[in-house]
């Protein structure tokens, strides 16, 4: 019965966007400027409209939740407002009340690890659940085995649309199916 949800709801999966571009919405010297903040939202917006079609829902009555994962290059803990709060640490590096009120609604991470230091097999993990020397995704920019099935593969066979906004990086396009944004 799974698949009469499936036209009711929209999973976006926004991820990959660069620490560059999250630090520099608003800096800790600059607290009062929420234009930066306005401006990413709204390319953010425009990007996920333009994967999902501007007239589907983002919501959908079924109760089942939207999932929106925010993968970011060179980013620690302490560059997201919504841990700094969890960790009582002061110094912020972005003011981020946008992804603060999605915390607050949803769940975050509070213990994960990559098994590499590099970025493309770190998603490629992240997407797949296996080790990059598993899936092939080892060294940096190697494509995974064919076959592999990625998170793309799960949440489509329960009805949900996936969605990839931003960095890619990952191969091959028959394991990581994502509907793209550019």
Not at 11 to 17: K, S
């Amino acid at each position: 019965m799974l698949h009469n949800f499936s036209r009711n709801l929209s999973l976006i999966i926004a991820a990959l966007f660069c620490a560059i571009a999250l630090t520099s919405v608003v800096n800790a010297n600059n607290t009062d400027d929420t234009s930066a903040n306005s401006d990413i939202l709204a390319e953010l917006k425009s990007s996920l409209q333009s994967v999902i079609g501007k007239n589907k829902p983002i919501r959908s009555s079924d109760n089942r939740p939207n999932i929106v994962l925010f993968l970011a290059d060179d980013t620690n803990w302490f560059d997201i407002g919504v841990y700094d709060r969890l960790y009582n640490y002061t110094p912020k590096n972005a003011i981020t009340p946008n992804i603060d009120a999605l915390a607050k609604e949803g769940m975050i991470f509070t213990s994960a690890f990559t098994s590499t230091a590099m970025c493309s097999p770190t998603r490629q993990q992240l997407y797949t659940g296996i080790y990059p020397v598993k899936s092939g995704a080892y060294p940096n920019h190697g494509d995974a085995y064919e076959g592999t099935k990625s998170l793309v593969h799960y949440f489509e066979d329960k009805g949900y649309q996936v969605a990839l906004a931003g960095k890619g990086h990952i191969a091959p396009r028959s394991v990581y199916p994502f509907k793209r944004s550019v």
